[in-house]
Structures are given as C-alpha cells and as structure tokens.
C-alpha cells in the first residue's frame, strides 16, 4: 500500500482520537440519567463510536502509519485540537449532548469533502460507512431534544448558542493550524477548501436549527 501523507496521518490520528473519546464522553452520561431507554440509547451510541475509533486504528495500522502523540499531534497547550478534551467535566448530559449534536451537524459534510479529496480507497470506504452511521446518531439526540422543548426550551436554546459558537471556532482552530503546520502539503488544498466552505455551512446549521427547533 502506498504511504500516508504526514497531513493526512495527522487527519485519521485527529479522527480516531475524536471517535474513541465522544464514545467515553456518552458513556459517562450514562449515570446521570435513570432513563432506562435514554442509557440504552446513550450506550449505543456510545459503542458505536469505540467501534468507529477502531475502525480508524485499523486503517492506520493498515497503512503501517507513523504513531502521534496521544492528544491530536501536539501537545502544547496553546494548540488544542481534541475537541471532546476541550468539553467541560462539569457539563449536564443536556449540554453534552447538544454539543454532540452540533459537532456531528458538521462530520457528513467534513468526512465527504475528505473523500472527494483522498486518493486512498481504502479510506474513501471507511468514510462513507461513517457518514451514513451518522444519521441514526442525529436522529435520536433530534428526537430527544424536541421532546424536551416543551419544558425545557430556555436551556435547550441557551446551550445551542454556546453549542454553534464552540464548534464553529474550534473547526477554524483546527483547520488553520493544521494548513499552517502543513502549508506546503496537499493536505493544505483540503484544509482551505474546508474554510472556505464554512459560510455555507453555518447557513446549513441555522437552516437545520431553525425547522428541527423553531431556534434562530
Ligand atoms: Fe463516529
Ligand atoms: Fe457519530
């Protein structure tokens, strides 16, 4: 098999990472809540994104890719791409979950753009599969929350707000300092394409935000 670009290395370590920790952070909700359907629902969701994190293990071992520091690739405190890292402990489970929610609005959109990008098929597959796992993950935290609105709308509208701003800014984060650590690789064309795509974005997330939760 031919050889893993440093850029996209970078990429697939970045995916894992946020794979297998989104899994540990749903886990963790799980005992916040008496909900025996909501645990179920939590704990599903949960292994589907361990089982995702292995997935992307397997392609990089697939690849015989170079190992990167555990957080993302760097460990400097100014440089924090680990984005369920960057959640905080103290978050209710409805915040965790809109957060979720809003980041994985985005995972479709970044994992097809990855896709028509990549050379690899291997990786073309294991991103296809992922966006179409992505609908049921939408689908019940979708239905949960608007079953909440009625009650609980003031929350639910206060945590979107924060949910779309932390998203959006560390989407930028993460772009801009990987296109500046790998400004003369192909992986910059991806990153620049992604910013540039951000506009179009924001409008789908308002869009969505405005018909699923009358939220604007
Ligand atoms: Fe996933
Ligand atoms: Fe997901």
Request: hydrophobic share 40%.
């Amino acid at each position: 098999m031919s050889t893993l670009t440093f850029g996209e290395n970078v990429f697939l370590q970045f995916y894992a990472l946020e794979e297998y920790t989104g899994g540990i952070i749903l886990a963790k909700q799980v005992i916040k809540t008496p909900d025996l359907q909501l645990k179920f629902n939590l704990l599903q969701h949960s292994e589907d994104e361990i089982r995702h994190g292995k997935l992307w293990i397997a392609v990089l071992r697939a690849f015989d890719a170079e190992t990167l520091p555990v957080k993302g690739y760097d460990d400097s405190p100014e440089v924090n791409i680990d984005w369920f890292g960057a959640l905080e402990d103290d978050m209710t489970m409805l915040e965790v979950l809109i957060h979720l929610h809003i980041h994985e609005l985005r995972v479709p959109y970044h994992f097809e753009r990855h896709g028509n990008w990549t050379s690899f098929n291997g990786i073309k597959k294991v991103l296809a599969q992922l966006i179409a796992e992505e609908a049921s993950h939408l689908r019940w935290i979708r239905e949960y929350l608007k079953s909440l609105l009625p009650v609980n709308r003031k929350a639910i509208y206060g945590y979107l707000n924060r949910a779309v701003r932390f998203e959006e800014a560390m989407y930028y984060r993460q772009m801009r300092d990987i296109l500046r650590r790998h400004e003369d690789e192909p992986i910059a064309d991806f990153c620049t394409l992604a910013l540039e795509d951000m506009p179009k974005q924001r409008g789908f997330v308002d869009k969505y935000l405005y018909e699923t939760f009358n939220y604007h």
